[in-house]
Structures are given as structure tokens and as C-alpha cells.
């Protein structure tokens, strides 16, 4: 009797044990079939190259999938093979490209936020004819970059581009670039005392009330900048570093 139950309790576990790890299905594999092939071709097109996945397997989701690309990262995509999570990001996959669907929402965002600041608090170089596109810049005196690009602003505005100057004090709100910044906002000349302080000219410190670098500093942060310049141009892209006019102005469909 012993016996027999022992029995009966070694078979009743081994069902479970083959239930549990039962094979995948021939339309499960159909599938991952399919997800295989739609992202090797959409990472193909993506890169412009032969991308190749070495294996595709289960995860402990329901809703995503295992892939390691041949000699590269391992990653995780749905089950279907349409979205791809990179990097935090998660990228829409079809068999003739790969789009950044977080970046089309991020990119949509910064044209809301940006479009909700004041123009007047902003230091705008404006060219002399009307504009043909126009850049958002968040900016540091401190910042030699800054200083190289400010030096191009001639050069910009000559190939019809408008600059609109924010702040980012690199060193946070209570640094001496920040106090600059404000002093160059709380000048009745804004645009030639931000080209003074950016040219090392010592001025007075001028604190008013009610000057935007605090905000500035608060929109820049939520972008996601993390250095100056920072350029935000008018579709949206967020380009860090500096950038050549000429380079800035190809952005914007120049010529």
C-alpha cells in the first residue's frame, strides 16, 4: 500500500515537472520564427549592414523575448518582434526600419516645453534679415564650448539662423556661473553683456528678482541636459556639444 502511494506521488510529480517545462509549441516556434526574422531585417536596415540574431529565447515574461545579436548584445524584444528595448529605449520594429519610439515622444515633449517659455526670457541673436530657422541653446558662461560657439554667432545668424539663448549653470544655482547668467539676463543690454561676461570681461554681479535662470535651469534638467551647450533645435532634436554654424545650419535645412 506504502508502495503503490509512493508511486502515485513520483508520477503525480513528474506530470507537473513535464507540464511545467513542456516544449514550445510548433506556433510558438512558428512566431519566434517570424520575430527572428523581422528584427534581423529591420536592425539590417537600421545599421546598413547584415545583422544576424545567434539565438532567440524565452523569457520569464509572458511578453518578451531573448535575442542575442551575433557577436554583439544580448537583448529583449516583444514576442512578435515588432518593439525592441534598447538602451531604456523602446524602438518600433519593421522588415525596412527601426524608429525610436520614446525619442518621437521625448522629441514632442521639448517642442511643448520649449514653445512654453517666454521669448522674452530668453537672449535672442537675431539675424538682420528674417530668420530662416531658428536654434534653442542652453548656455554657461563658464563653459569654453559655449564661448566657441557664441563666437560663431555672426556666422550663424549671416546663414539666416536665429539663437535663443536659455541658462544652465553647469555648476547648479548657487555658482558663480550662475550669478553671471543672471547678470547678463538683468542687464538692460542683454545680448552685449552676455557677449562681455562669454568674452571673459569682468562685470558687476546683478542678481534682480524675478529672473529666469532658476526655471531655465528646471526646463533644462527635465530634457535631459547634462552639459552646455545643449542645442535644442526647432523640430525638437536635442544635439549635445558644440556645432559648427555650417553644421547647425544642415540640421535645419539651410543652405
Known amino acids: 500500500m506504502l508502495e503503490s502511494l509512493r508511486l502515485r506521488a513520483v508520477t503525480s510529480i513528474i506530470c507537473l515537472l ?3 517545462i513542456s516544449p514550445v509549441s510548433a506556433q510558438d516556434a512558428d512566431t519566434l520564427t517570424e520575430a527572428r526574422q523581422r528584427l534581423e531585417a529591420g536592425l539590417s536596415a537600421m545599421v546598413g549592414s547584415p545583422i544576424s540574431i545567434d539565438r532567440v529565447e524565452e523569457t520569464p515574461s509572458d511578453d518578451l523575448i ?9 537583448l529583449y524584444a516583444t514576442r512578435d518582434g515588432r518593439f525592441l528595448l534598447l538602451n531604456g529605449d523602446l524602438l518600433a520594429v519593421s522588415e ?5 519610439w520614446t525619442e518621437q515622444r521625448r522629441t514632442k515633449e521639448r517642442i511643448e516645453l520649449i514653445s512654453a517659455v517666454d521669448i522674452d526670457d530668453m537672449i535672442v541673436f537675431s539675424p538682420a534679415e528674417p530668420a530662416k ?7 554657461d558662461i563658464t563653459c569654453g564650448y559655449c564661448r566657441k560657439l557664441h563666437l560663431e554667432m555672426d556666422d550663424l545668424n549671416r546663414r539666416g539662423v536665429e539663437v535663443r539663448y536659455l541658462a544652465f549653470p553647469r555648476g ?8 553671471q547668467l543672471a ?5 538692460r543690454n542683454r545680448e552685449s553683456t ?3 561676461l562669454k568674452a571673459g570681461v569682468e ?4 542678481e534682480c528678482e524675478g529672473n529666469p535662470i532658476a526655471e531655465h535651469y528646471a526646463l533644462g534638467n527635465r530634457l535631459g541636459v547634462r552639459g552646455t551647450p545643449a542645442i535644442v533645435t526647432s523640430d525638437g532634436q536635442l544635439i549635445p556639444g558644440y556645432r559648427p554654424a555650417a553644421d547647425i545650419a544642415a540640421l535645419l535645412g539651410i543652405d
Open 96 to 100: 525596412t526600419s527601426v524608429s525610436n
Open 203 to 206: 562685470m558687476p554681479i546683478n
Open 66 to 74: 531573448e535575442i542575442a545579436i551575433a557577436d554583439g548584445p544580448v
Open 194 to 196: 552676455l557677449t562681455s
Open 133 to 139: 530657422g531658428y536654434i534653442n541653446v542652453f548656455t
Open 183 to 187: 547678470t547678463a539676463w538683468c542687464s
Open 172 to 179: 547648479g544655482l548657487e555658482s558663480d556661473g550662475a550669478r
Open 18 to 20: 513535464s507540464a511545467l
